[in-house]
């Protein structure tokens, strides 16, 4: 692969797998439900960008130049994964067998055979494995299981934010309802699951289990109840919420509930936005880089790659997962929905500080009572998003993202020898700044 392809297109140097990613995909997620299959592979039928695959697959690549005398060689995991279980059998009853043409347009989209309805499934897709390319099959199988888990987020997440686009069309809780896209997510994630299980490596296992429960730990973390009344069934024969999220502005997984007062004394300004950045950027890592770091950290594990060398892939995904959400952050202020696919501006309308935000704050202090209560007031809203221009919010978000950036880049040179893997691990990193959607 000369330089230039290389700067062209880094997904070049895994093409195979990412062109087979999606198939595998629909395979490992196929029902004898025709309309689960529609839901859950809607967003697979739009081109998303597909970066937590790739970062596996690219890493996976890097990680395979590591010569094996390099590594713990008893710890690589070249063996197969284990073949798909038929999870699921439909009633047998003549009733609900379906005509093979009510089978998900999804298997005619990706060239697939229908499912058999009774057998649930067809045979697994032949590993492609081609040892010299240096990716072990469960590695491939982690980048699918990524993109599922990531795939089942979004259809929780876009119910959450009350989205109604995502990737240019209508968000899965328009095109099917919130039920089904919930149910979805859910199945989704259960299936991922069967999958993260035939990893057969209790270490993996761990890891991509706990990025799952890190994702909702983080959610949580932002959640608002802005709209509580809208989300929830009203409440009959006298029943009461727990007293404490009763009220729309006490909410005990409010982001920003600083103390005002430590040992006494009054806290500093300076020391309440040193609060709300951390508390900020530990969200940030549950949402959005604990997926993509531990799966790093899974990919360099099933290399038998040495200590160090995991710790290094580990930092990667974090600092590298960092950058990507504060990017997506600021261009939640500067690009419009059309050229983002999804709903512009949505942070501040559901109530969300992000860092452009908290730089603001830093400079006018009197934003803190706006953010406090979620920017509910009228021209709240507006206020905050002059303040964002003010105080170069974005400007000063972008210097934070090359921050987390270069020590992306550093993690990635101290611990994978040189190779065009790396380089184009290394392109996307610093992508990740110019990117516009
Ligand atoms: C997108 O954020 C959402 C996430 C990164 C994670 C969402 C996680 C959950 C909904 C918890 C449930 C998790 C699972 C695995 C089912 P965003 O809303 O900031 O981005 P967007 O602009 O793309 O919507
Ligand atoms: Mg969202
Ligand atoms: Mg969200």
Redesign the pocket.
């Known amino acids: 692969v000369t330089p230039k392809m290389l700067l062209n297109n880094p997904v070049s140097l895994v093409s195979k797998e990412m062109n087979t990613l999606a198939k595998n995909i629909v395979t490992l997620m196929g029902s004898g439900h025709p309309t689960l299959n529609r839901v859950t592979g809607y967003y697979f039928e739009a081109e998303g960008k597909k970066v937590r695959p790739l970062l596996v697959l690219l890493l996976s690549r890097a990680l395979s130049e590591i010569p094996i005398e390099n590594r713990d060689r008893v710890k690589v995991d070249f063996a197969d994964v284990p073949e798909d279980p038929v999870y699921s059998k439909p009633p047998q009853s003549l009733l609900f067998q379906r005509p093979a043409k009510s089978i998900s347009p999804l298997h005619i989209l990706h060239g697939i055979k229908p499912l058999n309805p009774l057998t649930r499934g067809p045979e697994p897709l032949p590993e492609e494995f081609d040892k010299d390319r240096g990716i072990l099959p469960k590695q491939r199988r982690l980048a699918e299981i990524v993109e599922m888990?990531?795939t089942?987020?979004?259809?929780?997440?876009?119910?959450?934010?009350h989205?109604d686009t995502?990737r240019g069309r209508p968000s899965g809780n328009i095109a099917f309802t919130n039920k089904m896209a919930v149910l979805a997510?859910?199945f989704?994630?259960g299936r991922?699951t069967v999958s993260i299980s035939r990893l057969r490596n209790p270490e993996v296992v761990e890891l991509v289990s706990n990025s799952?429960a890190n994702?909702?730990e983080?959610?949580?973390m932002?959640l608002k109840n802005t709209a509580i009344d809208r989300d929830t069934a009203t409440i009959n024969n006298g029943a009461q919420r727990v007293p404490a999220l009763s009220s729309k502005f006490d909410n005990p997984v409010h982001d920003y509930r600083v103390p005002t007062t430590h040992n006494g004394s009054q806290i500093t300004h300076e020391t309440m936005i040193e609060t709300a950045f951390e508390y900020y950027l530990h969200k940030t890592y549950l949402?959005?880089a604990a997926?993509i770091s531990k799966s790093c950290r899974a990919a360099a594990i099933l290399s038998g790659a040495r200590d160090s060398v995991v710790e290094d892939c580990y930092e990667f995904g974090k600092n590298l997962g960092i950058c990507f959400?504060l990017v997506?952050?600021m261009l939640?202020f500067t690009v419009t929905s059309k050229d983002?696919g999804?709903?512009a501006g949505?942070?501040l309308e559901?109530g969300?500080a992000t860092a452009p935000v908290l730089y603001a704050w830093k400079e006018d202090p009197s934003l803190g009572p706006l953010i406090q209560r979620n920017f509910s007031q009228p021209g709240d809203v507006q206020r905050t998003a002059e303040a964002v221009m003010n105080y170069n919010g974005v400007g000063k978000t972008r210097d934070l993202a090359h921050e987390y950036r270069d020590r992306a880049l550093q993690n990635l040179r101290q611990s994978l020898p040189e190779s065009d893997a790396r380089s184009a691990l290394e392109f996307l990193t610093n992508s990740i700044l110019t990117r516009k959607k």
């Open positions: 888990i990531h089942a987020s979004l259809l929780h997440d876009d119910v959450i934010d989205s995502r997510g859910d989704l994630l991922a799952i994702l909702v983080g959610e949580f932002q949402k959005t997926l959400q997506d952050d939640d983002l999804k709903p949505a942070d559901l969300i």
